[in-house]
């Protein structure tokens, strides 16, 4: 059962087989579990519910972990100390300050205008007809898997020769051709290639902001927009002063989100440009450079970057998560 | 955070008291507020559409004219699903398909079982670094996947589970449970102590209680991470990639279209009706539990 199958009929007997595999570690926990009783025996319960999570924490995430900040101080055959230069590489190489560069500009761009959108498309469609299915519209595609998403956008950036018998496909193309200009090859030239991959995130991540925000708005407090409403204030200052701040962390919540899931993004890229052109971003470089280039202290050294970056932008989103539970 | 839905009883005064929103909406009242939500949402729907509509069209006609001409030419083919699912001289992705299944399916299983028992082991036992020990379990749900995959597969290769689906299914279960065990945690810390205090004076032990008293209550965290980790597993691209190599012996049906959207980035035939193929259970499954949905993509938000 631990071998590769070779036809359907054997990937589900094996898929089955594993299912009981587990069942059965979680029915002898279980009958251990059973024979004991009183305090002391609440001990032994406790750690043998826990201990096969906690296995596989330590060997899957912990060892792992710290493996890799390790193996981020070697050369690429991961035989030779060579202290910071892996990271030195990143900060100077042309190729990885671009790198970089793009990164940046995916995360200061995607956060914040996915959440404009998101907010916008909550307040508009607030109370109207059929609100929930003009919700669907924009929220369905966090269901569809990022390589789907990117397929349906490579689509729409489709660029065939601008001759004189040949019409064009994408749907950009074809704007452009009806507004009098001439179709480009938009997934070649830097930085609009860049950009318009962010699209893809932004409208993934759109129907994400807009649910949370939503829900927020509705969760304000009835008297207060009442009391504002009596003192005669605006729609804009409803907005301003009310909405906004009763919504804000929220905002926090959803902008440092989506921030932590662009750092990560990989599937869009590499689906897209495969990372050519100068459209490369952290996550695409560590598995370019990993598992293409065989450079593994490099590669290490990226997935140590990505993690160092997260980590300030989680504590913040943390703090206010508990500050907006009670929304 | 919850996305707790308003509760009914209240839904009669919603409807004529205005929201905040509704209010700042009227400045941009009626033709101007209606226009913008239609154009978001008509840019939110057409690509889709475009690329749905391409997947029926025939194979000349996608590659020679927009989808859009389809409404003065409508030619409706599904030779195109044919193409991508037959393994003689198409994609072959129906094997891609059954792998996505047979992925997916013990790598919600795996850990939502396995953090069943955690989480009451955090919620409602007491024992010497409780605290500590869920604290640091909560702190791993930051670690990117990409700190982990080298070491991981080196793992794997000494173990000589290389190329067969545990790779995939222990390392989604892994990267699953802070998740699950946080989710289901808070889940039971709601349940009312007294509950359980009945079934203890009844003569229940922790086995009994936990299956007579705590699961049924538990369906809807069980149903949100569950969905939520469904969908993670099946739009997964970099885990599978890492681990399942090209053939389709193992790798799911993302590995194959974005393969195919590289080698054969012109193939539109395939690329639209591929796409769609694995779009379709995500989707389904997204209209089906919106609910539940909504639910565990909140609460899993920092994930991975």
Sequence with gaps: MFDTADNTAEKFTQMFAAILLFAAVVGIILFIAGRFGGRRGDRIVAYSYLAPTLLMLLVGLVYPGIRTIYESFFDAAGDLFVGLDNYKTIFTDKDQLTVLTNTAVWVLLTPFVATAIGLLYAILVDKARMESFAKALIFMPMAISFVGASIIWKFVYAYRPDQANVKQIGLLNQIVVWLGGTPQTWLIDWPVNTLLLIVVMIWIQAGFAMTVLSAAIKAIPEDIIEAARLDGVGPWGMFRFVTLPAIRPAVVVVLTTIGIGTLKVFDIVRTMTGGQYDTSVIANEFYSQSFRSDNQGLGSALAVLLFVLVIPIVAYNIRHIRQSESL | ?304
């Design chain 2, 1 to 304: 955070m919850t996305t707790a839905a308003p509760p009914s009883a209240s839904l009669a005064l919603e409807a004529e008291k205005p929201t905040a929103a509704a209010i700042a909406k009227r400045k941009l009242t009626s033709p101007w507020a209606s226009l913008a939500a239609i154009v978001i949402a008509v840019l939110w729907t057409v690509p889709t559409f475009g690329l749905l509509v391409s997947s029926f069209r025939p194979e000349r006609a996608i590659k020679t004219t927009g989808w859009w001409t389809f409404f003065t030419d409508p030619v409706v083919t599904m030779d195109n699903y044919k193409a991508v699912l037959d393994s003689q001289d198409g994609a072959g992705l129906g094997a891609f398909f059954v792998n996505s299944l047979v992925i997916t399916i013990p790598s919600v299983i795996i850990p939502m079982s396995l953090a069943c028992l955690a989480a009451y082991a955090f919620a409602w036992i007491r024992f010497p670094g409780r605290n500590i020990l869920f604290l640091a379990i909560f702190a791993l749900q930051i670690v990117p996947l990409q700190v982990t995959l080298i070491p991981l597969l080196t793992l794997y290769v000494d173990a000589g589970l290389a190329n067969t689906f545990w790779t995939i299914w222990l390392s989604h279960s892994i990267f699953g449970l802070p998740l699950a065990i946080y989710l289901l945690h808070n889940f039971m810390k709601e349940i009312p102590a007294g509950l359980l205090e009945a079934a203890r004076v009844d003569g229940a032990g922790h086995v009994s209680i936990f299956f007579r008293v705590l699961l049924p209550l538990m369906r809807p965290a069980l149903a949100a991470f569950g969905i939520f980790q469904f969908l993670w597993v099946w739009n997964d691209l970099l885990v599978a990639l890492t681990f399942a190599g090209g053939g389709d012996a193992v790798a799911p049906i993302t590995v194959a279209l974005a393969n195919l959207s590289g080698t054969r980035d012109t193939a539109w035939h395939l690329l639209s009706a591929g796409a769609f193929v694995s779009i379709i259970v995500p989707v389904t499954i997204f209209v089906l539990l919106q609910r539940y949905f909504v639910r565990g993509l909140l609460a899993g938000s920092v994930k991975g």
